[in-house]
């Protein structure tokens, strides 16, 4: 079996903590514009989050799951048209990760920088999960023979990981274009969004101010709060893109405005350069809230009746898993077990 299909998207998020505005730009919003163009499927990788900040979490996990699947749909996934479900409901994943545990090298792994960040100073604590993260990763789109998979610029790497494995698996195993080599989708303005405290460190569910992020659950008021105290500098707005050197806070809030906005960065500039920051904060929060809030609401909605997103969940694993099941098993007779 090679692959029939022309174009398959595979993208997921995991269940830890709330998500946030760069999961929404960096990810989200791609993925509802991507489900008309393209056969997507969208994952909530649960067992992904057992291997750092969800790990010992049961109730955590399974809140966080149901929420992300809110927000899929909130912010405009259409389970009809595209199948969300979670990681765990699908075997074949798990099973895919080990073979790929075989074919992947130590090696490649080690080269890996999102687990030197994630791990710190303290490696040797961090769990074996989080150090094959990648592997897991490159099961989840190549168990759907996917050949797309949009990203924010922070899983770059590890996509390319996903790349080697394939063309690995390809070759050891003599199967030419058996795998395809998925690519990443990284666009727009919104592919790395930096935290409000500090323009060079990533935004992130795990940051310990929850003022460096906006989540996809803050209110208005919070939004507004959260942007009227985002780091600046004391110069004007800048007026070109040269202008960002050494100026990272200013690039993320326009990068920001712009994305939500879907303008280019240019057009943002050319209408805010030479204004102090505080009249420009005051359009920015205007902005995320006219564009955050209905999701917010949205999901609101969605979590007040959970059987219904368990619901939604089973139906996108069937669907999920009569794509995946006949590729492992077809898979496994290819590395020699008797199945
Ligand atoms: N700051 C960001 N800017 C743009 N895109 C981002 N993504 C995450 N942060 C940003 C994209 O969101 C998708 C889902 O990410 P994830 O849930 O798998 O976790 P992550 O990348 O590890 O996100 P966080 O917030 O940084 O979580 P923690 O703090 O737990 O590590 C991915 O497509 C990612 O690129």
């Known amino acids: 079996m090679t692959t029939s299909h022309k174009q398959r998207v595979l993208s997921g998020m995991q269940p830890t903590n709330t998500l946030h505005l760069g999961n929404y730009l960096g990810a989200l919003k791609n ?8 056969e997507c499927l969208f994952c909530v990788v649960d067992m992904h989050a057992i291997t750092d900040a969800g790990y010992g979490k049961p109730d955590e996990v399974a809140r966080a799951t149901r929420e992300v699947t809110a927000a899929y749909i909130a912010g405009g996934i259409d389970p009809r048209k595209s199948p969300i479900f979670n990681q765990a409901r699908v075997p ?12 992947a090298r130590l090696g490649w792994l080690d080269r890996m920088t999102q ?7 303290h490696k040797e604590r961090a769990s074996v999960g989080l ?24 899983q770059k ?19 030419p274009d058996y795998f395809p080599l998925p690519e990443p989708v990284i666009t727009g303005p919104g592919t790395r969004v930096m935290s409000l405290r500090d323009g060079l460190k990533k935004m992130s569910k795990s940051d310990e101010s929850d003022n460096s992020r906006i989540n996809l659950t803050d209110d208005a008021d919070t939004i507004a ?56 904060k005051g359009e920015l929060a205007d902005l995320a809230v006219s564009k955050l809030s209905p999701i917010t609401a949205e999901m609101r909605r969605l979590m ?18 009569a794509i995946a099941e006949p590729i492992v098993q077809d898979v496994k007779r290819i590395v020699g077990f008797a199945v």
């Open 131 to 154: 150090y094959t993260y990648p592997v897991l990763m490159a099961a989840d789109i190549l168990v759907y023979k996917a050949t797309h998979v949009p990203v924010g610029e922070d």
């Open 92 to 103: 074949a994943h798990a099973e895919l990760a080990w073979i790929f545990n075989c074919v």
């Open 31 to 38: 993925w509802v514009k991507m489900q008309n163009e393209m």
């Open 157 to 175: 790497q590890h996509l390319e990981l996903t790349r080697d494995i394939a063309q690995k698996f390809n070759n050891d195993y003599a199967k």
């Open 225 to 280: 709060q959260k942007i009227r105290k985002a780091k600046t500098d004391p110069h004007p707005l800048p007026a070109n893109e040269n202008e960002f050197k050494g100026r990272p806070e200013a690039e993320n809030l326009l990068n920001i405005y712009a994305a939500l906005a879907d303008e280019p960065v240019k057009a943002v500039m050319a209408r805010f350069a030479g204004q102090q920051f505080s009249g420009f």
């Open 115 to 121: 687990f030197k960040e994630k791990s710190g100073k």
């Open 304 to 321: 007040a009746d959970p059987a219904e997103i368990d619901r939604l969940l089973a139906a996108g694993a069937e669907k999920a898993s």
